[in-house]
């Protein structure tokens, strides 16, 4: 006999869901159970269960391959119980009898998953999503009572608060069924369940559960219709309970603030130099540099992004698109967002690093410096705090056998990454520019960053952009991946191209002649932004080549035959570039781009103009502007590190095709240069008869300059291949 039910109250949607349930199904759910209690049961049932977990390092497989912390899930829970106890009062204003239902069913479930993780770990997902139902809906619940309060146009039936209610009816009559079925299930004896499920696939519990899936987008979309933000906004309490409940799950530990390592300032320094002495910092803070507040919020707020930062999986998420859309820079607002986190004591740090192709920072594309850059970071809380045990083990082994002056190999630091995620509730690793990671070797941090992912006992989240190169693509497409196209990033496109245009206005650079500056303006800022195409770097270099026009009549030619792509567009800046009128200016920019393009080590701003002055015999140094003002925007200062470099990975690989840039050129200049700073530095007849020659007179070149001539002249000369037959080298 099913129990007797009076008839629900007019506002006890639970009671009504229960009336709409058949008679069959009515005898399977148990109504004896008060809600607090069992509330309360559940919190600690779970609190327990977690503290079990943090000791044993659970973590569960589901059928895809995709690893699941145990630990994240049952604070997921805890996180929700605890919000709807909070709400209490909202959820008491009903018959606890019915509202109690889905809580006795939760109960009995958790205690038959904690038995057995592995076995129930459909179950255990489920169950953390049903709490998450029934908190958030409490407090809809509460809206609806506000929505009853205002007056309503139209017959009740239209209303759209009444369609909610009718939603929430339907989504609580979808969840009940699905612990009714999932408590017969579980009550049946082992074998009774093996056999069934062999029979069923998919399973009736997952059936049912994607039922309630169902129902809960019915309800979000009634939420949408029925306006609940001009409710929100009429009641400060509802909105910093949306706040509480918006709130990402802690995955923090303070475990992690009581850390000692006995060492002293100088010796930590001396572990982390060990591990790694790449600036990731500062790379970051130039990747950073000119981001327009605002920009890449649509990357924050994809369905996608926020899936991956929030679930309890560990897994990889790819950002990948065209040269030129901004994919560092977006990165760089991933870095920030998990630093936020961090600040608020939401997560761990996360680590991370900028990969760049150039000679003159090797390590920026080779595997074993990436991932030792990646463990420096995660050996402590912060710069100058405290580091973890295993590092100083590592170190310590090394330095007992005689090899402390030996960099780790690649497997050994992904297995010392592997025991520094034992310390972190959830490591976040992001990774810029993969495209630009040696290609011969970077598979084999692929491979790393899959083993981090699988073997590592707590939650990783690892975040990746590259271009669409094909060894890339065939490893991460199977992963959650995010395609920058101009659909996505056009509102940023139009806002960059906006703030730079009215920037170069500002500034007297562009239109300084208009008469119709605003007029202009705005022809400008249209077409820019529609045919940018995603492309940022191509919108920039559009609007600073039309600074170069006098009058708004050229500026609207040009706007009518924009080159279309960023191929075309260096093409012309460089046409432009080889026939500056002097030689000697031709001869500049030529020295300037083959020292980026062949620079074994990255040089100082002041080494660098000491090596491009030398293009031109007797000629005073060059300034940094001077050297800007050669390349047209190819080049860029960064300001953080003191060096110049290609404004953007994509120059380097136009240049590369061009004649005269080839490898063997561009080390033959190098190795020129070299020559004549060795020469400089010898202080004998012969070498001045050589240098007075070719025009050169007094010292040559600064004391860095030397060094690097000493270090690298043999390396550029022997790059510089049948190029040694001419010239002075």
Known sequence: MPPTLSKPNADDLWATAVNRLDKNLRTKIDFDHEKIETVSVVLQLTENAQTECDAKAWRLRRKNGVTVSVRDVLAKVIKWVNHFKEIGDIAVQYDPGYAALPWAGIRFLLQIVIGDFQAYKFVLESIENIIELLCRHAFVEELLLQFSKAPTKGPSASNPAHELRQALVQLYTSVLPYLAHARAYYQQSTAKRLVKSALLQPSDLEESFTVIADAQSKVDRCLHVASVQDELDRHDGLKDMVAALQAPVSRWSDELNKITDQLDKTKRREILQWLSKEPYRKHHQLIREGILEGTGQWLLSDPVYIQWKEESASSILWLHGIPGSGKSKLVSLVVEDAV??????????????????????????????????????????????????????????????????????????????????????????????????????????????????????????????????????YRLQRYPNLKISSHKNSSDIANFVESETGRLLNSGKLLRYSSAQQMMKQKIIKRVASDAQGMFRWASLQLETLCELKSDESVLERLGRLPRTLEELYREIFQKIENYQSGFDRQYAKHIFSRLLCAQRRLSSAEFLSAVSMAVPQQQLLRNDQILDFCCNLVVLDTQLDTFRFAHLSVREFLEKQEGYVSSSSNAVAAETCLVTMLGLAADPFSENVLSKLGYRGRIGNAQLQKYSYAFWAPHYQASAGERKQGHI
Do not use: W
């Open 340 to 473: 936020v986190a961090f600040e608020k004591h939401q997560q761990a740090p996360p680590a991370y690093f900028y990969c760049s192709r150039s000679p003159a920072e090797p390590a920026r594309a080779d595997p074993e410096a990436i991932l030792a850059s990646i463990a420096r970071q995660l050996s402590c809380l912060k710069p100058g705090h405290a580091l973890l045990q295993p590092t100083i083990a590592v170190y310590d082994t090394h330095e007992e056998e005689g090899f402390a002056a030996e960099s780790l190999r690649l497997h050994e630091t992904c297995k010392l990454i592997v025991r520094l995620s034992e310390n972190y509730p959830m490591l976040t690793i992001i990774l810029d520019a993969l495209d630009e990671c040696n290609p011969a070797t970077r598979e084999s941090l692929l491979s790393a960053m899959e083993d981090i992912l699988r073997e590592s006992p707590c939650l990783v989240k690892i975040f990746v952009s590259s271009r669409d190169d094909q060894d890339i693509v």
